[in-house]
Structures are given as structure tokens and as C-alpha cells.
């Protein structure tokens, strides 16, 4: 498969459609590939900081249902010590949020689908190599059509 692109994002996880949604008012031609078919069930919780959640909630992906973390306890029975960190106390809405994992990834796949990137999915990156000082080109295997 041969594409024109200007950044070439590998990984199709929060990170990565995130930064294509970041780069969606950019002159780029971003292309997003994943190699996971669209759509997860997966239920595993995951942990988002307080300064993730601003960023999601500006890109408009931030999954409905997330629990706050108003409190943080860290202690170990016998040793010596222990931290107790409270949103209040901080000032903060929230000291981070659980979010299912597939929320999470839902609310990017629906946000992302707004934007003009490229989306691959399911697509492998076999090697990167340098053509040139400032040019790259990955070569793919993609089922995608």
C-alpha cells in the first residue's frame, strides 16, 4: 500500500488519537494507523490525570461515566510513613478520573471521526526508513480499503 502523508501516527491508543485530534486544525496530512480493528470491548479501568481530562474535554473526547479521584492514600502496613493527597486541598475538581478503557476509546474513535486524518485500522507498520534529511516513508501491510 503507497500513501502521501505528512505525519504518520503508529498506534491508534489514547495517545495517538489524541495527537490526531490535536493536529486536526494543523495544514497536515495526518494519517493514523492502528492495528486493532475499530471499536474495543475492552473493560479494563484506567486512570486519567486531571490535566488529561482538560486536554480530552478541549478535543472533545472525555467519556461519559468516569469516577473522580478526590482522594489518594499511600501507606504501607508496618513501614514508616504515609501521604494523604485530597483534591480539596489542592484546589482541584478532582485529583484524576476511572474511565473504562473502551469509554475512553469510544468517545476518541467518535471525535476523530470529524477530523480530516487518515484513519488505517487493521494496519501494521513494517519498517520506517529515511529518504532524505527532513523524509521518511513506512512501509504497511493493511487490510484497509
Known sequence: MSLETDIAILGGGPVGAGLALALRESSHRV??????????TDARPIAVSQGS?????????????????????????????RVHISARELQLPALGYIAE???????????????????LHPAHALGVHRDGADRKSTRLNSSHR
Do not use: D, K, M, N
Open 31 to 40: 494519517t493514523l494507523l492502528e492495528s486493532r480493528e475499530a471499536g474495543t
Open 53 to 81: 481530562r482538560e486536554l480530552l474535554t478541549r478535543l472533545g473526547a472525555w467519556p461519559a461515566g468516569a469516577t473522580p479521584i478526590q482522594e489518594i492514600h499511600v501507606s504501607q502496613r508496618g513501614g514508616f510513613g
Open 101 to 119: 478503557y473502551a469509554a475512553l476509546a469510544g468517545a476518541l474513535e467518535h471525535a476523530a471521526a470529524s477530523t480530516p486524518a487518515r484513519h
